[in-house]
């Protein structure tokens, strides 16, 4: 193809991602007219992201007679304690206030005769939120010093030292790359998807719960930076409707559907109502010969059987499309249930970014919000919306107050090799044996049979963990040795690039963990049970090639910063 067409730019701030939080962020930064602000997003801003296809209901808001602590506990309960306090009660307290800019913004939120949001459950209210992203895109460009760059995506940070500096990329549909330089980075990618085998095979692999273009970049490129990383090992995996993975909390929580096995028996009590004992009860149940295992809406009222065919056409038609074809409505039949492969991210379980209160990570100036940040597991919508603007608001005290050093010398060097990587890739055109679907099936069996994945029952042993980062060892290797005919191969072979380097850091973060905290998100074969000596978060740290692992104990004040010994 040539040397690609270098596009440079200089900018305070760089926002890596335009999803929920990077938006807000942007949003946030957009009232600063004095700071120049650019979002790098690999799709469009007004449908990337996990709001992509929109939402029903705002899972994280204080409902009335409930306080934010109130929230914060809610969360360390269904955790296990191992929860930020800072960062939780930083973000529940802004719960309600960004949701009121949501809804000045144009977002429709249910109300009753009295005017009051109309809630779903405790701590959730409902609304059309078919158009939440494109509502948060245009008020970003409402922001005249806001520069989006969509279809641009970001592999590696430029750093100096201990400090973030810039960063590099790509067109995934020109031939053209990205220098960035920047006072400040904030990371608002996302977690990862596509570590393991997903429930449907072949041409339907990506119907998953999660995203599937979300593939961990804003974690591996902190890794490769030295960032300090947390709970990996406390993975997420979804309570989905069966085939089409659509959302059980809106049946569940909507109708009060319980979760019945195949005699009708309510199960769900026996195990316990968290979120990760939710799963394993259905996973004990499918094990004991009980399955298949339901949420019971047979029997429910014609008007709410017209509620749920509504509310997934809102957020996932493809349920709302089984129910159709099937010729039963919601109320003639239950709904058949199961669990998904296991993910990593910031959003409903710990894992991400090590961030002190104001969300800057152990890289100086690199910043962390929504699911790329770690710590705060149950943050939903809402809790990413309030990272984004709690991180804007740390990056202007910060580029105020100047806390930003001199260009480093050498970016412009550590930027041409990156550069010089891209161009190797598409230029080299002797034959290859693998390609990335190759690398990616291979990666997947590998986390599926060895790391816990759906085959196994999403338990491990130590033994099956080693093989598996071998394993992993050696399909990074073979990674390297890609080649991509065009720039849109070229980000196939990054995202899998991406995905192996999370792999690594999680495999490590299983090995580390010497307990069972959360059935199935985290099932340790040789640990069956908690050990009081992992009250503790397990972090890591890329060294020399190899991951450090780190024990920190456990943040139970409402501020945080990082210790001279914790920054890289």
Known sequence: MGKLEVKEFNTDVLIIGGGTAGCFAAITLGGEKDLKVIIAEKADIKRSGCLAAGVNAIN?????????????EYARQDAEGIIRNDLAISAARRFNKVTADLEKFGLVILKDENGEYVARGKRNIKINGENIKPILAEQVRKSENVTVLNRVNITDLITDGSEVKGAVGFSVTENEAYVIRAGAVLIATGGAAGLYRSNNPGFSRHKMWYPPFNTGAGYAMGIRAGAEMTTFEMRFVALRCKDTIAPTGTIA????????????????????LKTSERIYGTVMENRRGAGPCYLETKGIAKESGDSLLRAYLNMAPAQT???????????????????????????????????????????????????????????YVTGALAEGEIAAESIIKRLKNRIVRNPDSGFDEKALEILKGYEKALDDKSESLYSYEDIEEAMQKVMDTYAGGISAGYGYNEKQLLAAGERIDKLSVLAEGLKAENMHELLFLYEIRERIT?????????????????????????????DKNFEKYVNSRLSNGEIEIILRDLVTGETYEHEA????
Do not use: M
Not at 253 to 272: D, F, H, I, L, M
């Open 60 to 72: 994280a808001y204080i409902t009335k007679g409930y306080k934010p602590e109130d929230y914060v």
């Open 321 to 379: 499309l089984k129910w159709i074809e099937s010729g039963k409505r919601p109320e003639e039949q239950n709904v058949e249930i199961e669990g998904t492969e296991p993910y990593v991210v910031g959003g409903h379980t710990a894992s991400g970014y090590w961030v002190d209160t104001g969300r800057e990570t152990t890289v100086k100036g690199l910043f962390a919000a929504g699911d790329v940040a770690g710590g705060f597991p149950q943050k």
């Open 253 to 272: 929580q909507g109708v009060r559907a319980p979760q019945v096995n195949a005699s009708g028996e309510v199960y769900e009590t026996k195990y316990g």
């Open 565 to 568: 010994s914790e920054v890289s």
């Open 502 to 530: 999370v792999c690594r850091s999680l495999i490590a973060h299983l090995l580390a963990r010497k307990e069972t905290r959360w059935h199935v998100f985290g099932e340790n074969l040789d640990h069956p049970d908690k």
